[in-house]
């Protein structure tokens, strides 16, 4: 078939051939940068942002929840009022990441996730983490007891297993330690 033709002309052939490839292939660069382009708008417009603002959200809660724990560890320190300021304040500033991140553009499912979970959070926030009423401790003595020390039938139940485990046969190791010269 390519016997009858002339060299000028397979060569004109195969530099068309060739040219053909070279845009076909400049055809799918350019659309595979366009969609690239479209996914980096994606990503810092929509990602970025939920990300960023959840992860403002996630700390700041987490530095609440901490002073909280300071609090009910030391329920009878002199400063409650001070960190119970200082716990508001750290889920206030949560609580902008989080509107951040709800006024954001979402798909059906994520808003439906996002609804059932600010249900949840406002209701912790509500009714856990700063309840309306808080009954004072008795006396400053049994309050930090009854959050530091362990309950008496603890205690007892431990003291127990560890008398009834001294009496057992003692565990044999393979290995035998050496003497240290």
């Known amino acids: 078939m390519f016997s009858n033709l002339m060299i000028r002309t397979r060569l004109a052939l195969a530099m068309g051939f060739l040219g053909l490839l070279m845009a076909i292939g400049a055809a799918l660069g350019v659309t595979g940068i366009a969609f690239s382009n479209a996914d980096q708008k994606e990503l810092y417009s929509n990602d970025l942002a939920s990300a960023s603002a959840h992860g403002k959200f996630d700390f700041f809660c987490a530095r609440g929840r901490l ?3 300071r609090i009910a560890a ?7 009022a001070s960190l119970e300021q200082h716990a508001r304040e750290q889920f206030a500033i949560g609580d902008k990441g989080w509107q951040a991140y709800r006024a954001l553009p979402s798909d059906g499912q994520e808003r439906q996730l996002t609804d059932a979970l600010e249900a949840k ?9 700063f309840p309306r009423s808080r009954p004072p401790p008795k006396n400053k003595a049994t309050a930090s007891s009854r959050s530091t020390a362990p309950s008496r039938r603890w205690t007892k139940s431990r003291s127990a297993t560890r008398r009834s485990s001294s ?3 003692p565990r044999r190791h393979r290995w035998k330690s050496r003497p240290r010269a």
Do not use: K, M
């Not at 030391?74 to 409650?80: E, G, M, N, T, V």
């Not at 959070?121 to 983490?129: F, L, P, S, T």
């Open 67 to 69: 002073v909280l724990d």
């Open 74 to 80: 030391q329920p009878d320190r002199a400063d409650i």
């Open 121 to 129: 959070r406002i209701q912790a926030i509500n009714g856990v983490a």
């Open 167 to 169: 009496r057992r046969r």
